[in-house]
């Protein structure tokens, strides 16, 4: 399960390290700016290409529906909302499980559609009995990471695998994280689902920290031992 999740505002972390094309999220900034400018009766032609600004739009909290940022082949960046629309549900399909991807017919179509949904972290909430409490799950030095995702040229949904043991006493689900020597084959369209399930799985317990934000010890503490999630 994942229903919410952390992007940091340091894109350049991303496109530097993964060395991404950003031209799709700094056309939708400029053509926002030009409408902008057109409604006030401005003309645009100071319409800024930071991708900063471009990018600001898409960090922070993320929550269902909400435009988030996904790489497609290529390194293309580009814009999806949030959760899948499925005919007869009143929510959409935030996530999806690993385990039966093939089998469902909302996912099996978008199988050859993978994407990558950059975050910094997300969140999770330990029941105890009827109280709820919160935690973020993050790497020990907060690093960015990817998630494995789906899209369909509109939207994306994350999918979600059985947890690390670290985090299991947290929930039972967690988002499937693409690892460095990862990448290119989860992008590349040309490799069949089939070849590519085993990425699917949860990550070892000393890639993961977390932190419970309600009162309560704190259950772990940064540990060196991390892998470079871009490392090449």
């Not at 909302?81 to 978008?110: D, H, Y």
């Amino acid at each position: 399960m994942c229903s919410r999740f952390d992007l940091n505002s340091d894109i350049r972390a991303f496109q530097v390290q993964l060395g991404l094309n950003m031209e799709d999220i700094r056309r939708m900034a400029m053509q926002d700016e030009n409408r902008t400018a057109n409604a006030n009766d401005e003309v645009g032609d100071d319409v800024s290409d930071d991708l900063d600004a471009a990018f600001e739009g898409l960090t922070g909290t993320r929550r269902p529906t909400d435009p988030i940022a996904v790489i497609l082949p290529g390194q293309k960046v580009a814009i999806r909302s949030w959760g899948l629309t499925v005919p007869g549900l009143n929510s959409p399909m935030i996530n999806a499980r690993a385990e039966t991807l093939r089998e469902k017919p909302t996912f099996r179509p978008l199988l050859e559609r993978r994407c990558l949904i950059p975050a910094t972290g997300w969140y999770e909430w330990r029941k105890n009995g009827a109280a709820k409490h919160k935690n973020r799950i993050t790497l020990p030095d907060h690093q960015p990471f990817l998630f494995a995702g789906l899209e369909n040229g509109r939207e994306a949904t994350i999918i979600t695998c059985a947890p690390s043991p670290a985090i299991a006493h947290i929930h039972n689900r967690m988002p499937a994280i693409i690892g460095p020597n990862h990448i290119a084959p989860w992008l590349d369209p040309m490799i069949g689902f089939e070849d590519l399930g085993h990425m699917l799985g949860p990550l070892p317990d000393h890639i993961l920290a977390w932190h419970e934000e309600t009162p309560g010890p704190q259950t772990s503490g940064p540990d060196r031992n991390q892998i470079d999630l871009f490392s090449k």
